[in-house]
T-cell receptor, first 114, second 114 residues
Framework: AQSVTQLGSHVSVSEGALVLLRCNYS??????LFWYVQYPNQGLQLLLK??????LVKGINGFEAEFKKSETSFHLTKPSAHMSDAAEYFC????????????FGTGTRLLVSP | GAGVSQTPSNKVTEKGKYVELRCDPI?????LYWYRQSLGQGPEFLIY????????DSGLPNDRFFAVRPEGSVSTLKIQRTERGDSAVYLC????????????FGPGTRLTVL
């Protein structure tokens, strides 16, 4: 069984500030981990993913995440927030074999103030 | 089109009615997934198709829900005797089985049951 916990349903930052969105996972098998972003009235867009290899993963729009197996975490960061980053962010986990059903967290809404 | 498309974008129905939601995956994608996103929640897996067959339907909440993919491309999610609790955004995703990790999501169908 797999699960994802996202701490904080809402995170507020000022433009230019560090963005940190937290994600912890539980998985009985080696996981694949994902961050998706959802803008209003749009579908989910993949930001980045971890499968194997390097534990620091870089994605689109300046985001990155680090897979920490010992902490079962996959936190999402961005050094400097931009107004356009305001959206809902979802962390997800899947198994690494067979078909990849995604198990999502409940999401974190990022608010960016000028 | 280049992406996953879903129709209709919005569907309002009355309790007890039958609805069909359509998904057109990216051309050539053999795997197709349906998810349901309730208000304030992350997407939850419903069913997965590999080609024409439903490889995993463990997420379907009850026997009022059914999905088909007769020619291995377009899929239809069917809901009988709709209930107010069925109100949600229904998301479709697709990917290539071989090496396919990222799931490409459509914009969703917002279903409202009055």
């Amino acid at each position: 069984a797999q699960s994802v916990t996202q701490l904080g349903s809402h995170v507020s930052v000022s433009e230019g500030a560090l963005v940190l969105l937290r994600c912890n996972y539980s998985s009985s098998v080696p996981p694949y981990l994902f961050w998706y972003v959802q803008y209003p009235n749009q579908g989910l867009q993949l930001l980045l993913k971890y499968t194997t290899g390097a534990t620091l993963v870089k994605g689109i729009n300046g985001f990155e995440a680090e897979f920490k197996k010992s902490e079962t975490s996959f936190h999402l960061t961005k050094p400097s927030a931009h107004m356009s980053d305001a959206a809902e962010y979802f962390c997800a986990v899947s198994g690494s074999t067979g078909f990849q059903k995604l198990v999502f967290g409940t999401g974190t809404r990022l608010l960016v103030s000028p | 089109g280049a992406g996953v498309s879903q129709t209709p974008s919005n569907k309002v129905t009355e309790k007890g009615k039958y609805v069909e939601l359509r998904c057109d995956p990216i051309s050539g994608h053999t795997a197709l997934y349906w998810y349901r996103q309730s208000l304030g929640q992350g997407p939850e897996f419903l069913i997965y198709f590999q080609g024409t067959g439903a490889a995993d339907d463990s997420g379907l909440p009850n026997d009022r829900f059914f999905a088909v993919r007769p020619e291995g491309s377009v899929s239809t999610l069917k809901i009988q005797r709709t209930e107010r609790g069925d109100s949600a955004v229904y998301l479709c995703a697709s990917n290539l089985l071989a090496g396919g990790i990222e799931q490409f999501f459509g914009p969703g169908t917002r279903l409202t049951v009055l």
